[in-house]
Every structure is written in structure tokens, then in C-alpha cells.
């Protein structure tokens, strides 16, 4: 439910997601800042469901590009069986080399991607681990882990033999270095 609270010129403000449905994982953008004499229009939420990868995720990264704007990559993934995950690369961009604000999602033909055939998937109650071989046009084929925890979707590779993931939980450590590198991604 959507909730408005009038706040004063000058007041801060801050966000959050006070109940989620059972099952979801929510996200907060641009939630928090100070009114400036307009009304604020630039906070978005966005909530999944835990274990889907489905939809368009944008990586918390953002890379500066000339003429003063910022550009986040995107990925706009559907599953179907046998491949697991089909993944059209994309991007968001943004008026500013900050990636503030609200972000513009590419529309039309997407510049790449890559499919991920799975090979076997594993749950704990915070991470949804799928082990498969993502293959693509512009990508080498590789074993990689696709692991969901929370609200970021983070792709491992996964080259070592045996693999250096074994199970779910083992994928933990990786997946925090990556969300804190900014190369994970989060629902749009």
C-alpha cells in the first residue's frame, strides 16, 4: 500500500519497506534525500519473490560514460527448460555519472546475452543456487553458479575441479565479496 506523508521543505527523508509479503525480497531506490520544494517522485520499490531470477535486474555498479551520464549494465532474464535461464544483456542509463535518480531501461533489441543450462540447484533459507553452463555468443561456455540471496543475483564462475562451490552455503562468501565489488545485480 502506498503511503504519503506531507514533509516540510529542508526535512529528510527516509524509505523503507515496513512488511513485505511472505516469500519476497524487497528493494528501496533513491529513498533517501531532503525535500526540496517539489514533491519527491524518484523513489521506487520493488519487491520479488525469493527464489526467481525472472525479470529485469540492474547491477549495483555504476560506470561513468562521456557526456556526463551514468550507465548501469542490465540483465532481462526468462526461464524455460532445457536452458535453464536465458539472459538479454542490456543496460539502464542515467542523467548523471552517479546513476541517481530514476534510470531510463533500454527498450528494443538487447545487445547480447547468454543462456545458463542448468545442471542442478540447491536451497537454503537465504540462497537459491543454481550450478549450470553459461554459453553466448560473445561469452567463453563456462560452469558458473547463478546464486540468488536476498535481493542480489550474483554470477559465479565456477572453473575449479571438483567445483569450488559443492553446495549452497559454500557459495556465501563469494557472493558477499561480489555484492560489495558492486558486480551483483538487483531487481528493477
Not at 523513489?43 to 529485469?56: K, P
Not at 547491477?59 to 536465458?86: E, H, M, T
Amino acid at each position: 500500500m502506498l503511503r504519503r506523508w506531507p514533509l516540510a521543505a529542508g526535512a529528510a527523508y527516509a524509505v523503507t519497506v515496513k512488511s513485505k509479503p511472505d516469500g519476497t525480497g524487497c528493494v528501496v531506490r533513491n529513498g533517501t534525500g531532503v525535500v526540496a520544494a517539489a514533491a519527491v517522485d524518484t523513489v521506487r520499490v520493488s519487491c520479488a519473490i525469493a527464489g526467481s531470477v525472472t525479470g529485469f535486474w540492474e547491477q549495483d555498479q555504476c560506470n561513468a560514460v562521456p557526456g556526463g551520464i551514468g550507465l548501469k549494465n542490465g540483465w532481462r532474464i526468462s526461464q524455460s527448460r532445457p536452458v535453464f535461464v536465458n539472459v538479454g544483456a542490456g543496460g539502464v542509463s542515467y542523467c548523471n555519472a552517479q546513476c541517481t535518480g530514476v534510470g531510463t531501461t533500454m527498450t528494443g533489441p538487447l545487445v547480447g546475452g547468454f543462456t545458463v543450462t542448468q545442471s542442478r540447484q540447491e536451497f537454503t533459507t537465504d540462497i537459491s543456487a543454481y550450478w549450470g553452463v553459461r554459453d553466448g555468443m560473445t561469452f567463453p561456455t563456462m560452469p558458473v553458479v547463478l546464486v540468488r540471496r536476498g535481493n542480489h543475483l550474483c554470477l559465479l564462475e565456477d572453473t575449479a575441479t571438483p567445483s569450488a562451490y559443492p553446495n549452497a552455503a559454500s557459495t556465501a562468501h563469494a557472493v558477499t565479496a561480489a555484492i560489495a565489488a558492486g558486480t551483483c545485480y538487483m531487481p528493477r
